[in-house]
């Protein structure tokens, strides 16, 4: 996919060097395949507005925290249709172009999201042009069999102690992430955070690939701490074993 936008030259008052603005913008979206692909999605960035409820600014982040950046990934738009849509089927050799006025879009803040012809689903980053399989967070049977042993009546709250530890420790070390974030990871088959996981290819350049499935359940280490009340909540009824065929995105 590639994102053109064709600038117009404008001359500015006298004595001043011409200026030149883009007078509109298009995506052109190839499959170089002999096979059709299904399923055609853009993602594309727009700041995020929502209101997290507690100041940032007051956090004690180390510099690789900070890079998360503060803005959020929305469906664009690749149709005539007032809701966000897809492209339902671009076959081998085609090009599809969508005019995209009055959005600002960028190179680096692309996806192109689709199935091939084989049921595989894909995401290629727009930026560097690197292709990802969009089913990695797969859990394995005995993840699921664990998540399923934490909402039993009684031996739930056994089970569910090392979740509840790694939170509480969170709590106190957030950035730093503690082993026992870890292990609660590697039994839950991923962070059991109440948001999914980071996907792999949205983690920005400087940001340590080994903390970044952990986002979620940091930026929920922080809101405790700016609300001491919702510490009482009970996390374990936000965790329901989840379908692992099912890409993170579909969840």
């Known amino acids: 996919m590639l994102l053109n936008q064709p600038h117009t030259k ?34 594309h960035q727009v700041p995020n507005q929502a209101d997290k409820g507690w100041s940032l600014d007051s956090l004690p982040r180390s510099p690789s925290w900070s890079d998360v950046p503060a803005y959020e990934w929305k469906l664009l738009d690749l149709v005539d249709d007032p809701l966000p849509t897809a492209i339902s089927y671009l076959g081998g050799g085609e ?23 084989a049921g595989l689903s894909w995401v290629r980053t727009i930026w560097n042009g690197k292709l990802w399989p969009n089913n990695q967070y797969s859990d394995s049977w005995w993840n699921i069999l664990f998540q399923r042993l934490t909402v039993l009546p009684v031996l739930g709250k056994v089970f569910n102690l090392p979740i509840q530890y790694a939170h509480r420790r969170l709590r106190k070390t957030a950035p730093k992430i503690p082993p026992s974030a870890r292990f609660a990871r590697f039994l839950w088959g991923h962070a059991p955070g109440p ?20 986002e979620g359940m940091v930026w929920w280490a922080y809101f405790q701490r700016e609300n001491p009340r919702s510490q009482k909540l009970q996390l374990r009824n936000d965790y329901v074993p989840v379908d692992p065929t099912l890409s993170r995105l579909d969840q």
């Open 10 to 43: 404008v001359q500015g008052k006298p004595g001043t060097e011409p200026s030149w603005i883009p007078f509109t913008q298009f995506l052109e979206i190839f499959n170089d395949s002999d096979v059709g692909v299904t399923g055609v999605k853009v993602f």
């Open 95 to 117: 090009v599809e172009r969508v005019y995209c006025e009055g959005k600002q879009l960028s190179t680096p803040g692309l996806e192109l999201h689709f199935t091939d012809g």
């Open 195 to 214: 948001a999914p996981e980071p996907v792999p290819w949205r983690r920005p350049s400087t940001f340590p690939a080994r903390d970044w499935p952990y």
